[in-house]
């Protein structure tokens, strides 16, 4: 898979900095009384990872400090450059370890868990980390007197999905809520973004095999978020008293199917691969061979991302989101071109005068 390169970061920065609706400071900075005045600290569990990242650039917008706590501090130096000199500090926290949890939350205001896993690989298990590990962070929070406690979920999130990971992500709620019944829930559809793990993974598919896999004909709908949006929003529900209990729904302004998404992604990248569909019973299948390949690598597909693949993963109207954040989503559209180049046959500038006349032509 190509790495980003420095003009993509910049195209994406600027991208954030210039939209009006990237960071609504208003209402951030009424939490703040200038640089000067940092005095909320926030602990972020798993803050060195995609949506992290983002998550932490906002809240050291929004004049707090920000603690990262991670499993390996010594691979996440640079988040210090996200804010001023001291602003944010990182240190290591294990989701299994109580200790180092109480450490990373010594002081803190507030504490945002991020922390979740795709796949179950080892110790790394859905249970481990989505239930047991969430429950270990709100009563260590709990203990410690923190007056707000952020979860991310997951959209889906079902105690009665055939999916394990979306089974987790409910008790994970539930365990959490059980200690903290005004903890705040964000619950994001996939997210797309530079670094993102779907749009990439297909993307860099199609540049060695033939066919893209539509899994149960590709008919299963997305309502893809932008990082950014998110970032922004999971900083609004750590800052923002109104917050405070509520479950927070958040996808982008258009809804796609599977096979719109890989076709969109081949669009993008310039390449003609074939669509090919494949029944949920022949998909449980791969996804078998996929949990025995988790061991060692990452796997293509598991069988409990098949199971996932059965429900849509769209909003669904009953719980607030962005709007009621006051964001306004970013479209795929607008940002899945200022990343995904990086997979075209003679990057970037590859094609682009036929491009630039389709535009002239719409």
Not at 90 to 115: C, F, K, M
Not at 150 to 162: K, T
Not at 227 to 237: I, P, Y
Not at 251 to 270: C, D, H, N, Q, Y
């Amino acid at each position: 898979m190509a790495p980003p390169q420095a003009g993509q970061r910049a195209n994406l920065a600027a991208h954030c900095e210039a939209s009006p609706h990237r960071l609504n400071r208003t209402r951030l900075q009424s939490h703040r009384s200038g640089r000067a005045a940092m005095q909320n600290l926030v602990t972020v569990f798993g803050g060195s990872g995609f949506v992290g990242t983002q998550a932490v650039r906002y809240l050291a917008k929004a004049g707090w400090r920000v603690r990262v706590a991670v499993r390996n501090p010594n691979l996440a130096y640079k988040m210090r450059l996200l804010g001023d000199v001291g602003q944010i500090d990182v240190v290591q926290a294990n989701l299994r370890n109580g200790p180092s949890i109480e450490r990373a939350l010594e002081g803190a205001t507030a504490s945002l868990n991020l922390v979740g896993v795709g796949y179950e690989a080892g110790r790394q298990g859905f249970q481990a980390v989505h239930v047991m590990g969430a429950r270990n962070v709100a009563e260590a929070a709990r203990a410690m007197g923190l007056s707000r406690i952020v979860q991310m979920s997951a959209l889906g999130a079902d105690a009665e999905s055939p999916s394990k990971y979306l089974r987790t992500k409910a008790e994970g709620e539930a365990a959490v809520r059980e200690i903290y019944p005004d903890a705040v829930v964000a619950r994001p559809s996939i997210v797309f973004g530079t670094g993102d793990g779907f749009f990439n993974k297909f993307a860099g598919m199609a540049q060695i095999s033939p066919v893209l896999p539509l899994i149960g004909g590709g008919q299963t709908r997305f309502q893809p978020v932008f990082v950014g949006d998110l970032g922004q929003a999971l900083a609004h529900m750590v800052v923002t008293d109104a917050a405070a209990g509520q479950t927070y729904e958040l996808g982008g302004p258009s809804v796609f199917t599977f096979k719109e998404l890989m076709e969109r992604i081949l669009a993008e990248t310039g390449q003609r691969r074939l669509l090919l569909p494949i029944p949920f019973p022949v998909a449980a299948l791969l996804g078998k061979v996929g949990d025995v390949m988790s061991a060692v690598v990452p796997p293509p597909v598991t069988s409990d991302q098949v199971d996932a693949l059965r429900s849509d993963n769209v909003v669904s109207g009953r719980y607030p989101g962005l709007a009621e954040l006051g964001l306004s989503p970013t479209s795929l559209e607008a940002i899945l071109p200022t990343y995904l180049y990086a997979y075209r046959k003679g990057g970037q500038y590859a094609d682009q005068d036929a491009r630039e006349m389709e535009a002239g032509r719409a």
